[in-house]
């Protein structure tokens, strides 16, 4: 498989083309610094065999943020060397921090904005990632990704909505020049061996946003300075985001942070024709720096469809792979039947927006690392067999089954309908409502339970049904 193919990137090689996009754990302190949960995640990342694991967004300034890392004093170097050095020890991948500036929020609903910045604090900025990208060098990291996506300071200078009325705002040509100057400063701070991604949006999903008519400009104008990939992300903008009395505005809430992390009602690869475009692009100008793709990228088909179709470079899952970070290890043993599916209930999204550290829906309660396991055995049904029923009600299917067994405990269920996996459960429910069953359309479910190992039990019983028409009732 392509996807497991090896990617070089100046002197260092990817081993396989997936990524562990950035992934804000909420595992550290206020103080920023890193501590063994975080060491714990990001390890386990490593081990489960991705080729790039990003570590979350880090803030290269010194500024109020919650429980945030930081790479924004030679103070936090020691804590990262440990982390880089953790996940150099437990897997073959590289590791990039993510790096980010941010401006200021506040409970009141307050937020600054890009055009409130002095043009000394703006001609800041450029430093600031090169001394943080220095530090992630220090402290062993591989390289270093530029956070421009989201609702974050250069994403918002690339922005339409930049409203600057200075040499960094208005036209494209001005919105690029902070991030190409930060760019820049960042390669003139690491050398040329160290490899420089860059994430930024490919659509902003707002009114008045960028599409991919500018995004595809400016991964050529960035990819031109010297970016060795870039990771496109969507949306996770401020300009949309929902108003909580007393809560500092979240960027994921409105329709841009639904883009941002698709969930259930999003077709797989939401977002991949952001990734498909912007390499088309690249492309036709002679440039091959490498495009990483997101959103909704799951099964092993699809990703590997992406590259095979070259529409992407590189696969980054964050959610798949916080559900199972083995995905990539078991996948490439074959052993794709084995993996713990995301079913994106988006619960790790809300965690962050509420500063609880971001755990999966899937994992057993109150644990704060994904599961490991070396179980090969099954769960089983009970004797009678797993009793999948089905009834329609109130303009919905009911499911439900007898619980499975296995000596390590069943860790959840996976619920299919007409030969596609639409869902799945943790271990404490046996029953599951279909909301999106149509009359007129002839279903058939079944249930598979699975354990930590992600050990299949195999199929129940398939039970059909058809819900009556409204008309008729
Ligand atoms: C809890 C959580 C935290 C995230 N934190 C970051 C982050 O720090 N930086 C970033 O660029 N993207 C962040 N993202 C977005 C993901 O990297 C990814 O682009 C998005 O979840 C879509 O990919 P997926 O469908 O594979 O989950 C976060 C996503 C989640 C769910």
Request: charged share 20%; with cysteine.
């Amino acid at each position: 498989m392509k996807l497991f193919s090896p990617l070089p990137l100046r002197s260092r090689t990817l081993p396989n083309r997936i990524v562990v996009p950035a992934m804000v754990t909420r595992l550290s302190g206020e103080d920023g610094c890193v501590n063994d949960g975080i060491r714990e995640r990001y390890a386990r990342f490593a081990k489960g065999g991705a080729g790039l694991v990003v570590v979350e967004a880090m803030a290269v300034h010194q500024a109020k943020s919650g429980p945030l890392l930081r790479i924004g004093g030679n103070e936090f170097v020691p804590g990262l060397r440990s982390l880089a050095q953790a996940m150099h020890d437990a897997g073959p991948g590289l590791a990039f921090p993510q790096i980010i500036h941010f401006l200021k929020i506040s409970r009141s609903g307050w937020r600054q904005k890009v055009s409130d910045l002095t043009i000394d604090e703006v001609r800041a900025i450029p430093g600031l990632y090169a001394a943080a990208a220095t530090r992630a060098l220090e402290a062993g990291f591989d390289g270093v990704e530029l956070h421009m996506a989201h609702a974050y300071t250069l994403s918002s200078f690339l922005s339409r909505l930049n409203s600057r009325r200075d040499e960094y705002g208005g036209s494209l040509e001005r919105r690029l020049r902070l991030p190409l100057e930060t760019v820049a400063a960042v390669r003139a701070a690491v050398g040329e061996a160290v490899p420089v991604g860059l994430r930024f949006d490919g659509e902003e999903c707002v009114k008045g946003g960028y599409t991919l008519e500018d995004s595809r400009v400016i991964a050529l104008r960035l990819a031109q300075a010297g970016v060795d990939y870039i990771s496109v992300s969507a949306g996770g903008k401020f300009e949309d985001a929902m108003p909580r009395e007393g809560q500092p505005l979240y960027p994921y809430t409105g329709y841009s942070g639904e883009r941002c992390m698709p969930g259930r009602t999003y077709q797989p690869a939401a977002n991949a024709y952001l990734a498909a475009g912007i390499r088309a692009f690249l492309r036709s100008y002679g440039v091959q720096t490498p495009v990483a793709a997101a959103g909704k990228i799951n099964t092993p088909d699809l990703a590997e469809s992406l590259l095979q179709r070259e529409e992407a470079d590189l696969i980054a899952m964050a959610r798949p792979l916080l559900a199972d970070p083995d995905w990539p290890r078991k996948v490439q043993a074959g052993r794709w039947g084995n993996v713990i599916r995301c079913c994106y209930a988006n619960v790790c999204k809300a965690k962050d927006e509420h500063f609880q550290t971001v755990t999966c829906f899937l994992w057993p309660k109150g644990a704060t690392q994904a599961p490991e396991s070396t179980d090969e055995a099954p769960p089983r049904w009970p004797k009678g067999g797993a009793v999948l029923s089905a009834q329609a009600a109130d303009g919905r299917i009911q499911l439900r089954w007898s619980p499975a067994e296995d000596p390590e405990g069943v860790y959840g269920y996976d619920i299919w309908r007409n030969g596609e996996r639409i869902d799945a459960v943790p271990s404490a429910v046996t029953m599951y409502h279909d909301g999106a069953a149509v009359s007129g359309i002839r279903y058939t479910y079944w249930v598979e339970a699975y354990d930590m190992g992600g050990n299949r039990s195999g199929a129940t019983n398939q039970v059909e049904i058809e819900l009556s028409s409204q008309l008729e009732a």
